[in-house]
């Protein structure tokens, strides 16, 4: 995709000289060699993205803000050289792909017959080993067959809407919108504030039922700025605009907070592992202020786990409790997943859990950016079936088909 080409000027305390002396150049440039340069431009890659001279445009316009510049005098084409000489490509899962969340779509218009419309989200990791939240969209069926919706060559970024920001300073929640013209599956949110300048990892995302028919989506995932993490928040109830806001508290601290879709006994509730290595139940009255220490719910308790625990997405309700897919990290860092099946009525007690692993890498899926790895960051439950989509060694993704009933089955009773 298209990306803003950034210059040392726009780091901390830059002049902006070398941008300055940039666009002087091209400046300097007769028409003749100016629409040459330009016509090399768009031969080269012109067909590799979508509106690619529309968003050079639109970033000579943002140069032109930022050095305070005056182009009254400067043809449309002139401006559209300054803006491409501003501006590369980034293929941002070159590196990696991995850790997929899913949820029912917004939008069930049309399905019948148990089908549910679906939004999976991705980790996607790029130059730089930058992650980004890539989307796709799609229908899964109560048979557990599913269709991904094509996906085309060309994404955008969704942006910032700087009008929406939430508050000033580094703790603010920053809302983004989605090109009109654009699909989900071709929509990409990079990182927009300096505490995730490093990254936007693995986020778990869930359908939350605020009461009478009211849900909106949230998700939770870890903002890296390079050198600390911190738990975030996306919402949104459509995914066109979306609100990227901090977790405050203890608990905003560390990684993996998964949410559970509905309050229980009047809370918000969240799975985290809050100590690097046993699961723990965090509540709270407020969505974007954990506090809680937690109480500890689950320790590592068979070989495949015995070096860490964690969840696997937000908790997911059933007629017997609530069914939580969990990953173990066993001997030579192998991931697997298991899960585990907690009270309904209180989800501190664990009613059973899987002694044996249920997914493991095998064969060709132990190879990859990251070697013996499978991971998911959320399930979805059409009916009775449960599919689940999960990253395979970082390096793809691949889907699992099982039934609720196969699952409690698999499991074991620790009452």
């Given at each position: 995709?298209?990306?803003?080409?950034?210059l040392?000027?726009?780091?901390?305390?830059?002049?902006?000289?070398?941008?300055?002396?940039?666009?002087s150049?091209?400046?300097?440039?007769?028409?003749?060699?100016?629409?040459?340069?330009?016509?090399?431009?768009?031969?080269?890659?012109?067909?590799?993205?979508?509106?690619?001279e529309?968003?050079?445009?639109?970033?000579?316009?943002?140069?032109?803000?930022?050095?305070?510049?005056?182009?009254?005098?400067?043809?449309?084409?002139?401006?559209?050289?300054?803006?491409?000489?501003?501006?590369?490509?980034?293929?941002?899962?070159?590196?990696?792909?991995?850790?997929?969340?899913?949820?029912?779509?917004?939008?069930?218009?049309?399905?019948?017959?148990?089908?549910?419309?679906?939004?999976?989200?991705?980790?996607?990791?790029?130059?730089?080993?930058?992650?980004?939240?890539?989307?796709?969209?799609?229908?899964?069926?109560?048979?557990?067959?599913?269709?991904?919706?094509?996906?085309?060559?060309?994404?955008?970024?969704?942006?910032?809407?700087?009008?929406?920001?939430?508050?000033?300073?580094?703790?603010?929640?920053?809302?983004?919108?989605?090109?009109?013209?654009?699909?989900?599956?071709?929509?990409?949110?990079?990182?927009v504030?300096?505490?995730?300048?490093?990254?936007?990892?693995?986020?778990r995302?869930?359908?939350?039922?605020?009461?009478?028919?009211?849900?909106?989506?949230?998700?939770?995932?870890?903002?890296?700025?390079?050198?600390?993490?911190?738990?975030?928040?996306l919402?949104?109830?459509?995914?066109?605009s979306?609100?990227?806001?901090?977790?405050?508290?203890?608990?905003?601290?560390?990684?993996?907070?998964?949410?559970?879709?509905?309050?229980?006994?009047?809370?918000?509730?969240?799975?985290g592992?809050q100590?690097?290595?046993?699961?723990?139940?965090?509540?709270?009255?407020?969505?974007?202020?954990?506090?809680?220490?937690?109480?500890?719910?689950?320790?590592?308790?068979?070989?495949?786990?015995?070096?860490?625990?964690?969840?696997?997405?937000?908790?997911?309700?059933?007629?017997?409790?609530?069914?939580?897919?969990?990953?173990?990290?066993?001997?030579?860092?192998?991931?697997?997943?298991?899960?585990?099946?907690?009270?309904?009525?209180d989800?501190?007690?664990?009613?059973?859990?899987?002694?044996?692993?249920?997914?493991?890498?095998?064969?060709?899926?132990?190879?990859?950016?990251?070697?013996?790895?499978?991971?998911?960051?959320?399930?979805?439950?059409?009916?009775?079936?449960?599919?689940?989509?999960?990253?395979?060694?970082?390096?793809?993704?691949?889907?699992?088909?099982?039934?609720?009933?196969?699952?409690?089955?698999r499991?074991?009773?620790?009452?």
């Amino acid at each position: 995709m298209l990306r803003p080409f950034h210059l040392g000027w726009q780091g901390p305390g830059g002049s902006g000289a070398r941008a300055r002396k940039l666009v002087s150049d091209v400046v300097s440039l007769t028409s003749e060699e100016a629409d040459e340069e330009y016509a090399r431009v768009l031969h080269d890659f012109e067909e590799r993205h979508w509106q690619t001279e529309q968003l050079f445009e639109e970033r000579y316009r943002q140069i032109e803000s930022m050095l305070n510049l005056d182009g009254s005098a400067l043809s449309i084409r002139r401006k559209r050289l300054i803006g491409a000489y501003f501006c590369h490509e980034y293929t941002y899962a070159a590196a990696a792909l991995m850790n997929p969340s899913i949820v029912p779509h917004p939008d069930q218009t049309g399905m019948s017959g148990g089908a549910v419309r679906f939004v999976m989200s991705l980790r996607a990791v790029g130059e730089g080993h930058i992650s980004s939240i890539v989307f796709r969209e799609g229908i899964a069926l109560p048979d557990g067959a599913f269709d991904l919706w094509p996906q085309s060559h060309f994404a955008t970024a969704m942006l910032p809407d700087d009008s929406l920001t939430v508050c000033e300073g580094e703790d603010c929640a920053v809302t983004l919108h989605r090109h009109m013209e654009s699909t989900l599956s071709n929509s990409v949110i990079f990182p927009v504030t300096e505490q995730q300048r490093g990254g936007l990892e693995d986020l778990r995302l869930v359908r939350f039922d605020h009461g009478g028919g009211d849900y909106e989506w949230i998700g939770t995932y870890t903002a890296y700025s390079g050198s600390a993490i911190r738990s975030e928040l996306l919402r949104t109830r459509d995914f066109r605009s979306i609100v990227l806001e901090p977790i405050f508290g203890r608990a905003g601290r560390n990684k993996g907070m998964a949410l559970f879709p509905q309050k229980i006994g009047g809370q918000y509730c969240m799975v985290g592992r809050q100590d690097g290595k046993n699961l723990f139940l965090l509540r709270s009255d407020s969505l974007d202020r954990w506090d809680d220490d937690g109480v500890l719910l689950m320790e590592p308790e068979f070989p495949w786990e015995f070096v860490q625990i964690g969840n696997c997405g937000s908790p997911i309700l059933t007629d017997e409790g609530w069914l939580l897919l969990t990953h173990g990290v066993g001997a030579m860092r192998k991931y697997a997943l298991g899960c585990a099946l907690l009270d309904r009525d209180d989800p501190s007690k664990v009613i059973a859990r899987s002694s044996k692993p249920l997914l493991t890498a095998i064969d060709a899926d132990r190879f990859g950016y990251v070697p013996n790895v499978v991971y998911t960051c959320g399930a979805l439950l059409v009916e009775d079936q449960l599919l689940v989509p999960y990253g395979i060694s970082d390096s793809a993704v691949g889907f699992a088909t099982t039934s609720v009933r196969e699952l409690l089955a698999r499991m074991d009773s620790t009452r």
